[in-house]
T-cell receptor
């Protein structure tokens, strides 16, 4: 069965510091991996994806993620956090042969001034 | 990025009435759309896959007679919550995937807050 784990309910970081939001997955075959961000009472916004190629993927708003096949991880990173990055972040996997996504439980990122 | 709209953004209805929520892909065509439900401080729960020109595919445990889905065109899917009850109050979000060459990258609507009184 396909699944996504986001082990941290919340990540706290000071503005200007680097941030990491963790994600591990379990899927048969080659995974298609996505990160989305959700602001309060809003839908999800696409940040970045990994389909194939370079393991380091760059996305919107300065975010990047590193695909690690051996560790089945796809952690989201940003070198310098902004207060405006505070939001709910979702990791998702699209199993091969399907269009639907399997989401993790979400991680709330809180960036303090 | 692609744009998906939802209407209304919020709705309050009385118990026993029905509510229709629209999901539109504004700048691309979508033969498939997805409907999710999100409870406060929780992840998204996939309710159903909406298929243009055919019946929707519902996830296990979702009542198809209660949550009616119609995908009438390549840019519009509707979710009707029939005989709504307070426990149906939730945040409903739709999404539509782009093409195969994007990895079926999904774009989400802004969501609809339903409150049943």
């Amino acid at each position: 069965a396909q699944s996504v784990a986001q082990p941290e309910d919340q990540v706290n970081v000071a503005e200007g510091n680097p941030l990491t939001v963790k994600c591990t997955y379990s899927v048969s075959g080659n995974p298609y991996l996505f990160w989305y961000v959700q602001y309060p009472n809003r839908g999800l916004q696409f940040l970045l994806k990994y389909i194939t190629g370079d393991n380091l993927v760059k996305g919107s708003y300065g975010f990047e993620a590193e695909f690690n096949k051996s560790q089945t991880s796809f952690h989201l990173k940003k070198p310098s956090a902004l207060v405006s990055d505070s939001a709910l972040y979702f990791c998702a996997v699209r199993p091969p042969g399907f269009q639907k996504l399997v989401f993790g439980t979400g991680t709330r990122l809180l960036v303090s001034p | 990025g692609a744009v998906v709209s939802q209407h209304p953004s919020w709705v309050i209805c009385k118990s026993g009435t029905s509510v229709k929520i629209e999901c539109r892909s504004l700048d691309f065509q979508a033969t498939t759309m997805f409907w999710y439900r999100q409870f406060p401080k929780q992840s998204l729960m996939l309710m159903a896959t909406s298929n243009e020109g055919s019946k929707a595919t519902y996830e296990q445990g979702v009542e198809k007679d209660k949550f009616l889905i119609n995908h009438a065109s390549l840019t519009l899917s509707t979710l009707t919550v029939t005989s709504a009850h307070p426990e149906d109050s939730s945040f409903y979000i739709c999404s539509a995937p782009l093409s195969y060459d994007t990895g079926y990258e999904q774009y989400f609507g802004p969501g609809t807050r339903l409150t049943v009184t």
